[in-house]
């Protein structure tokens, strides 16, 4: 008997997206097939690398772990959402002047798994970095200068969210009619 295919609809990157699946594929597989959005690598399909890791309502996974049906509704980001050629993420920028990648082929995966632990730790030690890339495989780098770049980047991402912060209670003030 055949098994019918399934719309799939997902906010990706602020866009909302659908495409109809055969409802055994992959999470990855739906964004790279379906969505056009290759910039998720695949490395094993065997949840060993990392090189697939989106974040999924927020948080960090390894597309090739979920069923594109299981992320119906959700909200997704991958690295195609992080930042533009013009205005780099701070991730992206920090990657690039600390030397994070060589090949790059699980740079994508590498700092969306990153932003999943910076929304977790916002100020991670290195230990915190080392353990939170478990999950990922660089076969280049040596993992040192990925560190660096995801410690430069937390730094730059505190900084701006303590002058949002401040610009927020700035206009609270204004608002209440005390500046
Ligand atoms: S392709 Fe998903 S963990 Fe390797
Ligand atoms: S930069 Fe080549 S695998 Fe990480």
Not at 66 to 84: H, N, P, R
Not at 144 to 169: G, L, P, T, Y
Request: proline share 3%; net charge negative; hydrophobic share 35%.
């Amino acid at each position: 008997m055949a098994i019918e295919n399934r719309k799939v609809t997902v906010t990706v990157n602020g866009q909302e997206r659908s495409a109809e699946v055969e409802p055994r594929k992959l999470l990855v597989h739906y964004l790279r097939d379906d969505l056009g959005l290759t910039g998720t690598h695949i490395g094993c399909d065997t949840s060993q690398c990392g090189a697939c890791t989106i974040t999924v309502n927020g948080d960090a996974v390894k597309s090739c772990t979920m069923l594109a049906v299981q992320a119906d509704g959700a909200e997704i980001m991958t690295v195609e959402g992080l930042g533009t050629r013009n205005e780099l993420h701070p991730m992206q920028q920090s990657f690039w002047e600390e030397h994070g990648l060589q090949c790059g082929y699980c740079t994508p995966g590498v700092m969306m798994a990153m932003i999943g632990l910076l929304k977790e730790n916002p100020n991670p030690s290195e230990e915190e970095i080392r353990e939170g890339m478990e999950g990922v495989i660089c076969r280049c780098t040596g993992y040192q200068f990925i560190v660096s770049a995801v410690q430069k980047a937390a730094k730059i991402m505190a900084e701006a969210n303590e002058k949002n912060d401040q610009k927020v209670a700035a206009s609270q003030l204004v608002g209440e009619g005390n500046l």
